[in-house]
């Protein structure tokens, strides 16, 4: 923690917003009126890649040397993080090696591999991830991009807490209460020391699955805690066994408590979010709209930031009849 | 047309910036690189009641004396403009009564009632809108909000245009093409002014469906032409039967040409811009995407600006696997 502030965003923000888009920050008439309140939505599902992930990637990678960038990266990743750095290295000529589960959504692994990543599946169920990811880097000598226990990681993400505080600002807004996701816990510890750095009073909560809320009974207990049952959930972007190493000690200085949805929960709000938002939200990246839209947290007449961090979902089934 | 020029549109946004929102204006990386150009999207889905109408009629209504507003108004829509003028009144303590066909979307109809609206439902096949709104306008002394042939709706639907080309500024960007829905053609009319203004050499299209391009007919023979058969669409937002006496005017000296696209393209980029654009967009509100994405006009290394302009499409069908 001591490592990590808001100078660290700020440095990103220089490296990478010439790269990232800036993405909307909307408010709806008829959820305000709905829940009482005010409420900003951050749209990172409409970040390149469709999802916030494509910022750290991309900090990560502007900090790389030549060397380097040479000899390639590697990553392991459900699929937003895997999408973002295999384009961030397209984009700068990079080879990239993915790891990816092999119960992935479909969408993250074929626009993986459109951004030319060589994609290794793996069995979640039997096989480590890390382990895999380790070897080749050893092998190879490539770079490991890991997807949140990392500070370039943490404040790239971070970055998408800079244009949140400028939007309040320009709307004199002081926001009281920021929602967010959490699966490694790398885009709520960037962007929540960047939002308590401009807003002090403001009080963070993370988001997360039902039996995925380490992060909740962690910060309840004061200390690391895995995930105890082998279940299963539609969110697949936050799956992550336990918190970080470094996202960790930052959230426990950073959050107010945490708050856990439940699939069904996301299932209902995700077609609510089309319906009045027009947006397309992967479960994943609906949890923290779930959480306010479902009484997670006293929010009445209260201004109301929620973070929309990713939107790829399989849309088969979206067809106009 | 001597009549109507960009200081008007700058009056309205006087009127109605802090009524409105200022919506977003997306890129996104993977359709400039499918297309070879440079895309940006204006999306007035997300504007207040799902379409850009709010915009028109905030600014009508703004301008009504004290004794209109206590006499109420009417106004006939296939349902985005129904919704605006209701949501306009009900903001305002302004009675509105809105004729709408028997056919509209569940979606259309059913905002417009919670929006306070007393709803006349009528047989598009058996009856004439206008005459119900002029008699109940005639009988109970209420102003007609007509959905685009009057100055102070198409300046209102200009301001769009305001937001378009300060995005476009901001980004030193010059724009080549603008495409944009015409259904009565007071969006169009309105943007394109403001656009041709801003950025003179710009190549504005009008877009409809197929059998419903009487602008793209009637900009081909120099004046006003009906549409010849009966026919339906699942635009159900673009069916006037003729374009306006006002609006026509301004977009025959605006407009370089007409375009059309069918249903069945619709309906193929709806789910595309759900998927790449994560939004959600009603099939009126798509033509303008379809019209880019199906090459009905030389894009190619170009910088162009896409009207979005409603996304109020029934979501029964949206549900999660």
Redesign the interface.
Known sequence: MENFNYTQIEEAYNNIKNTV?KT?F??S?YINKLLGSKVFFK?E??Q?T?SFKFRGASNKIAKLSNVQKNQGVVAYSSGNHAQAVA?ASFRNNINSKIIMPNNAPK?KINNTKKYKAHVILYDPLTENRETIGEEIARNENRTIIRPYDDFDIIAGQGTAGIEIAEELSSLSINPDIYLCCCGGGGLIAGTSTYLKYKFPKIKCYSVEPEKFDDTKISLESGTIKKNIYKHNS?CDALLAPQPGKLTFPINTNNLTGGLAVSDNEV?SI??FL??H?????E?GGAVAATALLTNKVDIKNKNIVVMISG?N?D???????
């Open positions: 888009i909307p909307v408010s008439d749209l599902n409409l390149i469709g384009y969408i539609i299932k995700i077609p089309a319906e938002l027009k947006t397309i939200v479960p939107g979902i849309l088969d089934f979206f067809t106009i009849l």
